[in-house]
């Protein structure tokens, strides 16, 4: 994506299911479980780089032994500076204690971060926030073993305030209003007070004290406590936690927005973000690694046992399409064949743009996302070819010599590689006008082979600010003397913000509402922009679940052309050369390509959960007022 896009994260989640003895005798070492959380952490570098966290739970240990361990990083690499960290201190221990080497019971016993739970989360910055201290896993520690819970997560809350006001009424005083501490204190609270009915109920047992804590390991219900905690949610999320004494869970959102995948055989259970970490680590076919449905969750006792229990009852299934599009690793079998249908899709727009003039035409892509799309692109665009081709012989017969029909056949898409990103480069200056002239220079080209008759069509995965693409690509682009510049994006027009983990969470950056404000100007319709925000007021007492997203109505009057159009206008760079001519993909082309992931609010502003309109609404007040504080 030219315009950069962040705050989407990944989480690892591993349980092992034999003796660390074993793990020993058939891989060769204890550290199976902390080597394949660093891949299945690595594997998921795409979803966050700014941070990363890594815990450990130990089984069964005695009292006055360390089980939890924990580890986060900021820094550059903060995967490998966590994991650098960890083989540190544990070649620490095997230089000062020799005797470690080869007795797995010693090393459990001396070494951190061993163990048999593991919990990983890789993470962008958010809020504008990226200390050590606001990196997950968060933990929540207790004396009694039940009541620590280490808790990593996917996730976006809409309502933050409420969740944040019930803590309050319960009589809490959490330390941060983020949704992160409000949510692990929402669980950290049903589940002490689950921890504690069991505790009552084994000593009217008759039990002692000691004898109660493998019992309340037993029995604790934590599909219940996560039922009472997550009941006024509003939100995308996978949620994962750690019990101190050894159970785990992961809890997908009810509406599905955002993704999780589990696999487990009689060693291990392993849960991520995404399909192919799993398949990839633990070398298993794409079947055997399945998808958590909305409103579950996984839960792994401390016993090994599996449950998958509905925690939520299912909404509408709105698993987010831009995951999809961008963030996801396009490395899933899914997703590769969406991405390249998205581009197959594309292709008859694009031929209407450059008047079936192939033969002129230079096809490429904005690096790397956009790449899967390009191919479907292309595959298209040789098939139309290939019928052009073969009419033309057709019609010829027999009086096409043999060296015409050469000619013919000879006929090939161009394709070429055009725009290569400099990913060393760092806009490290933030004053604007030096700032401008970095930007620009984060893309490169390749000269030679652009002719001055030639159409050059660049397809990026999506448009969403246009800033990198007019101060950077179409200006470098345009030095190539390119008679015409087609810009195709495989997404929709993004017209509304995201509030459920995705970085775009205000109206004025989206480069398709500025299109449409300059439109109602141009049509003196401008008086809906004070209507709407009026509509946007009269509803900010409402509960959600009877507020509309009346932001539409600016969308409303015109076509998708009309501002696609106009995003070209606004997003061509003074004194170009070239044509501009900008291409989206439409959102029913968008449904046929990913018919299983329906979820599309920032192109349609049909938001999966009630929370959602109303944030757009006052995201949309936002604008007005000129407020620049984040709408939810």
Known sequence: MSDSIKHECGIAVLRLLKPLEFYKEKYGTAFYGVNKMYLMMEKQHNRGQDGAGFASIKLDTKPGERYISRVRSIAQQPIQDIFAQINDRVNKEFIDHPEYTDDVALQKKHIPYIGEVFLGHVRYGTFGKNSVESVHPFLRQNNWMHRNLIMAGNFNMTNVKELFANLIRLGQHPKEYTD?????????????????????????????????????????????????????????????????????????DPAGIRPTYYYMDDEVVAIASERPVIQTVFNVKFEDVKELEPGHAIITKKSGKVIIKKILEPLERKSCSFERIYFSRGSDAEIYQ???????????????????????????????????????????????????KTAAILTGQRSLSAEKVTEILKERIRVEKIAIKDVKLRTFITEDSSRDDLVAHVYDVTYGVIKPNDNLVIIDDSIVRGTTL????????????????????????????????????NLESLVAFRAALELLKEANKFDIVKDVYDKCIEQTEL???????????????????????????????????????????????????????????????NYPTVGGNRVVNRAFINFYEGNKERAY
Request: charge should be negative; charged fraction near 30%; hydrophobic fraction near 40%.
């Open 338 to 388: 969406e991405r390249k249908m998205l581009g197959k899709l594309l292709m008859p727009k694009v031929l209407e743009a450059i008047d079936n003039d192939t033969k002129n035409t230079v096809f490429s892509y904005i690096p790397n996302t956009a790449e899967t799309s390009f191919y479907g692109m292309i595959e298209t665009a040789e098939a139309a070819l290939n019928k052009n």
């Open 470 to 505: 007019k101060k950077s690509i179409l200006k470098i682009l345009d030095r190539l003397n390119p008679k015409k510049i087609v810009v195709v994006s495989s997404a929709p027009q993004i017209r509304y913000p995201d509030c459920y983990g995705i970085d775009m969470a």
């Open 543 to 605: 509960e959600d679940v009877y507020v509309q997203n009346f932001v539409k109505e600016i969308y409303d009057p015109f076509t998708d052309e009309q501002i696609s159009d106009k995003i070209g206008e606004l997003l061509s760079p003074e004194n170009i050369k070239a044509e501009v001519k900008i291409i989206f993909q439409s959102v029913e082309n968008l449904h046929k390509a990913c018919p299983e992931h329906l979820g599309d609010w920032y192109f349609t502003g």
């Open 180 to 252: 992160t501490i409000t949510i692990m204190e929402k669980i950290g609270h049903f589940l002490d007070d689950a921890v504690s009915k069991i505790y009552k109920d084994v000593k009217k047992e008759g039990f002692s004290k000691m004898e109660a804590s493998p019992l309340i390991a037993e029995r604790l219900n934590v599909a219940k406590v996560l039922r009472k905690a997550a009941k006024d949610w509003d939100g995308g999320y996978a949620m994962a936690g750690l019990i101190g004494h050894g159970d785990s869970f992961v809890l997908r």
